[in-house]
């Protein structure tokens, strides 16, 4: 069964770090893999995304800088360390799996989500 689980969200003051891991299972870790976020009446934002062979990152915007996507392909991990947090971060963070090893921002399949709120 394809899983995907995240951790490392919780409750931040602005300017602070978090750092959301994101484990797989269940497939070969061989596609691209994307974080992207959601607030209640607001549509998906992606916000980053690491190629299979950890080559190519895709950001946001207003992540670039603060934000930083890796991955580890020998423990089927991906981490998104987030510094300098802000109250517009709040969400819920989903990781996600792509259709392929580059980023598309199309996924397949995502985990059940990570809480972040940062508090001003």
């Known amino acids: 069964e394809v899983q995907l689980v995240e951790s490392g969200g919780g409750l931040v003051q602005a300017g602070g770090s978090l750092r959301l891991s994101c484990a797989a299972s269940g497939f070969t870790f061989d596609v691209a893999i994307g974080w992207f976020r959601q607030t209640p009446g607001k549509e998906r934002e992606d916000i980053s995304c690491?190629?299979?062979?950890?080559?190519?990152?895709y950001y946001l915007d207003s992540v670039k800088g603060r934000f930083t996507i890796s991955r580890d392909n020998s423990k089927n991990l991906v981490y998104l360390q987030m510094n300098n947090l802000k109250p517009e971060d709040t969400a819920i963070y989903y990781c996600a799996a792509d259709w392929g090893p580059a980023c598309s921002l199309s996924y397949y399949r995502r985990g059940q989500g990570t809480q972040v709120t940062v508090s001003s």
């Open positions: 690491i190629s299979s062979s950890d080559s190519t990152t």
